[in-house]
């Protein structure tokens, strides 16, 4: 995982400190307090966004998370504090929001968040270590980048829409792409079989 301070791929879940610059979760504890109470689906901190959108929000993710049972998908409207840079903001959010469960660890962890600051019209995108493998940093930039249209008109219902169809977009081509790389044949709908011929459901 890519500290979230110094965007070096060294942190890891067991070592939480960064190697490189000593980043460590429980100091940003101390800095931030008691963290909001997250979930899956749309949590409006700041109270922006309309009953309608966000009800259109609800049915998005709705519809991700049938697509795609082995995921939770989140998404955050937030006023992020200055004091700490955005990045560093949406990986506490995500450790600390009680977004994962607390069985969700390591590769169980298939969560992605959504997080869009409304003091600076920022947007970005995390995602669980079970899908860290998946969702390359171009990837995530292509997701935050659809968003930007939107946020500098501050239409922030609109913004999360295009990203969450980026991500139902790259999810579709991973579910294509996943098969292959394992050495996964399709036999049948609904069916895989792996080279040595055993056939399970996904």
């Not at 049972?69 to 600390?96: G, H, I, S, T």
């Not at 970005?124 to 939107?150: H, K, N």
């Not at 139902?168 to 044949?185: F, T």
Request: with cysteine.
């Amino acid at each position: 995982m890519k500290c979230p301070a110094c965007a070096a791929d060294e942190l890891q879940e067991l070592s939480p400190t960064c190697p490189s610059c000593g980043f460590h979760l429980a100091s940003l504890d101390r800095m931030m307090g008691i963290p909001p109470k997250l979930r899956s689906g749309i949590t409006d901190l700041v109270g922006f966004l309309s009953k309608r959108q966000v009800a259109k929000l609800t049915s998005h993710l709705h519809e991700l998370t049938l697509q795609f049972p082995q995921c939770r998908f989140a998404a955050v409207l937030v006023e992020a504090p200055a004091k700490v840079p955005f990045p560093v903001y949406v990986f506490w959010l995500f450790n600390k929001g009680g977004i994962a469960a607390p069985m969700e660890k390591g590769g169980d962890c298939r969560v992605v968040l959504l997080v869009i600051d409304t003091n600076t019209a920022s947007c970005a995108c995390m995602v669980g270590y079970g899908l860290e493998p998946f969702f390359t940093g171009e990837r995530l930039q292509r997701i935050t980048d659809s968003a930007l249209p939107y946020l500098l008109c501050r239409e922030f219902s609109d913004a999360f829409h295009a990203s969450l169809d980026v991500v139902q977009q790259q999810l579709h081509e991973m579910s294509q792409d996943i098969p292959r790389l394992y050495g996964i044949r399709e036999q049948g709908q609904g069916q895989i079989q792996d080279q040595a011929g055993e056939s399970f459901a996904y």
